[in-house]
């Protein structure tokens, strides 16, 4: 999903030349990549994840002027596109599994295999685990952002990486002593 199609959701409701418009378009176009990559492993479907940012797109534009502080933009898209993702589910009620993707809706992948299997481990994860570690590995937030994003203390945080990593580690070894790989 290409940026501009996140910035045409706002263009209406602004002037054509406003430092909010400005600030906002600024944040999606440098954080829109990562909100969609956060928001396709929440949910696993590329046209859903696509929703997902485009509706915490508009949550954000209409709250635009509540945001406090913008060096913490990114820590508040993300919170947005992650209640955004939740009210999905609660309104679908259907989770997917990695047996519900067609191989086209997975994005280019160096080795599918692996990938996949990765994917797959990670996804095993508790969601209480893995939320966390993507928002660490595929948002590059800190600790402390994180406990933001999810409303719970930092050292919570750390605690679920390090039994995320701890978890990941098992299944790995146990994947590599099955194919006799070993670690």
């Not at 989770?95 to 599918?112: H, K, R, T």
């Not at 969601?127 to 600790?143: A, N």
Request: hydrophobic share 40%; aromatic share 8%.
């Amino acid at each position: 999903m290409g940026n501009q199609g996140l910035i045409g959701v706002w263009r209406e409701k602004e002037p054509l030349i406003s430092p909010k418009r400005d600030e906002f378009e600024q944040a999606v176009r440098a954080y829109g990549a990562i909100l969609y990559r956060f928001a396709y492993w929440l949910c696993r479907d590329r046209h859903l994840a696509e929703d997902i940012v485009q509706d915490a797109c508009l949550r954000a534009w209409n709250a635009w002027s509540d945001l406090r502080d913008p060096s913490q933009a990114k820590v508040w898209l993300m919170a947005i596109v992650r209640n955004e993702y939740l009210r999905s589910r609660s309104r679908s009620r259907n989770d997917l599994s990695l047996d519900d993707v067609d191989e086209n809706q997975l994005p280019q992948m160096l080795s599918f295999a692996e990938r996949l299997e990765t994917e797959e481990m990670v996804s095993r994860l508790p969601g209480t685990y893995r939320e966390p570690l993507l928002l660490q590995v595929l948002g590059g937030f800190t600790c402390a952002e994180i406990a933001g994003i999810l409303g719970t203390s930092e050292g919570a945080v750390m605690t679920r990486l390090t039994r995320a990593r701890q978890a990941l580690r098992q299944r790995f070894a146990s994947a590599n002593a099955v194919r006799g790989t070993g670690s």
